[in-house]
């Protein structure tokens, strides 16, 4: 009896095993390289987002400032990166100066100085591949603002026509 149960019982042979294996490991690496691409591009996603949403913010304060100024100073004499100047309709002055301080990463942040508040606008700014640039003949503001995030970098520059002097 024992010859006829060993007669009809049919294992794996070692071909078919050494082929389960070799499937198994080929779907566990596409598994685990998937998974590494995954979190791998959505890191350096988010790095390149957050550049971009930092210069998108600076470049949306100076433009909303710059606009109203009647008086654009590029290159303040007390350190400032942009100064802008204007009179409201009823008469008052106002005065906006954005700075660039240091900041834990080694690079700088943006920060807005108007009416006695400090606001910070942006960060991770490159301070070597930003700058500002008033042309007195086109009466154009232009502002490069670089990001590095990580190692993404994103640069945009704006030009702003202020409103014109009274």
């Given at each position: 009896?024992?010859?006829?149960?060993?007669?009809?019982?049919?294992?794996?042979?070692?071909?078919?095993?050494l082929v389960i294996i070799a499937l198994?490991?080929?779907?566990?690496?596409?598994?685990?390289?998937?998974?590494?691409?995954?979190?791998?591009?959505?890191?350096?996603?988010?790095?390149?987002?957050?550049?971009?949403?930092?210069?998108?913010?600076?470049?949306?304060?100076?433009?909303?400032?710059?606009?109203?100024?009647?008086?654009?100073?590029?290159?303040?004499?007390?350190?400032?990166?942009?100064k802008l100047t204007w009179t409201s309709?009823?008469?008052?002055?106002?005065?906006?100066?954005?700075?660039?301080?240091?900041?834990?990463?080694?690079?700088?942040?943006?920060?807005?100085?108007?009416?006695?508040?400090?606001?910070?606008?942006?960060?991770?700014?490159?301070?070597?591949n930003t700058n500002c640039t008033w042309?007195?003949?086109?009466?154009?503001?232009?502002?490069?603002?670089?990001?590095?995030?990580?190692?993404?970098?994103?640069?945009?520059?704006?030009?702003?026509?202020?409103?014109?002097?009274?």
């Open positions: 009896m024992l010859k006829k149960l060993k007669g009809k019982q049919r294992g794996f042979t070692m071909i078919e095993l198994t490991g080929i779907i566990g690496t596409a598994a685990t390289m998937s998974i590494h691409q995954i979190l791998t591009g959505t890191a350096l996603s988010n790095n390149q987002n957050t550049a971009i949403n930092q210069v998108r913010n600076a470049g949306h304060w100076i433009s909303r400032d710059a606009q109203m100024a009647n008086n654009v100073t590029d290159s303040p004499e007390d350190g400032n990166f942009l309709w009823s008469g008052g002055n106002h005065i906006v100066a954005y700075s660039l301080l240091e900041s834990s990463s080694g690079l700088k942040e943006l920060w807005r100085d108007y009416d006695g508040q400090r606001t910070l606008i942006a960060q991770y700014i490159d301070p070597y042309h007195e003949v086109t009466s154009i503001l232009t502002v490069t603002m670089t990001a590095t995030v990580g190692d993404k970098t994103e640069t945009r520059t704006f030009k702003i026509r202020p409103r014109p002097v009274d």
